[in-house]
């Protein structure tokens, strides 16, 4: 849950007349409120409250338009939706690349059974899973615009599922924790030398894979 943040309310200086003040508070005062005046006059960017995890943002100009997601867009537009789909075409690229790597030694290692390729059927998965496994998660909270759970019709309330004590993931957020399992009930195999169930395993994670890659929108 995001931390609760202390909003600062700024002070209001209004009315058309002077306001008269001691001359030994005048000082005090146009101490307290020269950066507020001072931003406003001279247009310098202050910090806003950003959305959890994600750094502070910056007042724009006038000029500019801040969309929906906090990027400054000139004109309109929605550059950051642009970038987050570019961004997730460039991790699904490596998560392929990655896969067929480890696809090709885990293959190898169960089609042949040796203990050298066992060995490095397990290496493979235990190291290089790790890179997939958040390039893959980001992909898909692209691909379905940040909002990962299945929703009640009507009460528009996230979907628990009662027989696995969970709430419901979309489909194309699902499908990597699906691969993960597998993945990680192939590498359990491997470690205890049971070949034909770590087979089984494995196929699983490879058709959640592929599912997966069918799913993604780009």
Do not use: C, H
């Not at 146009?30 to 910056?58: Q, R, T």
């Not at 100009?61 to 990027?71: M, P, W």
């Not at 169960?110 to 998660?137: T, V, Y």
């Amino acid at each position: 849950m995001p931390a609760m943040r202390l909003l600062l309310l700024p002070l209001l200086l209004g009315g058309t007349g002077a306001l008269r003040v001691p001359a030994s508070r005048r000082g005090f005062l146009g101490a307290l409120a020269a950066p507020v005046l001072g931003g406003a006059v001279f247009g310098a960017a202050e910090p806003a409250l950003a959305a959890y995890g994600a750094s502070p943002k910056m007042n724009v100009k006038d000029e500019q338009i801040v969309n929906e997601r906090g990027s400054a867009v000139e004109g309109g537009g929605s550059a950051s939706v642009f970038d987050e789909e570019a961004k997730a075409r460039e991790q699904k690229a490596k998560v392929e690349a990655e896969w067929t790597k480890i696809r090709g030694v885990v293959d190898k290692a169960l089609e042949r059974g040796k203990q050298s390729d066992l060995l490095a059927a397990k290496d493979i998965l235990a190291l290089n899973m790790g890179n997939i496994k958040s390039r893959m998660r980001d992909v898909s909270r692209i691909g379905v615009g940040g909002e990962i759970m299945e929703k009640e019709e009507g009460s528009g309330l996230s979907k628990f599922d009662y027989n696995t004590g969970k709430f419901s993931l979309k489909e194309l957020v699902q499908k990597p924790e699906d691969v993960f399992a597998a993945v990680n009930e192939t590498y359990f195999y491997i470690g205890r030398k049971d070949v034909e169930s770590a087979r089984v395993q494995w196929a699983k994670a490879v058709t959640a894979y592929e599912e997966w890659i069918k799913l993604v929108p780009f």
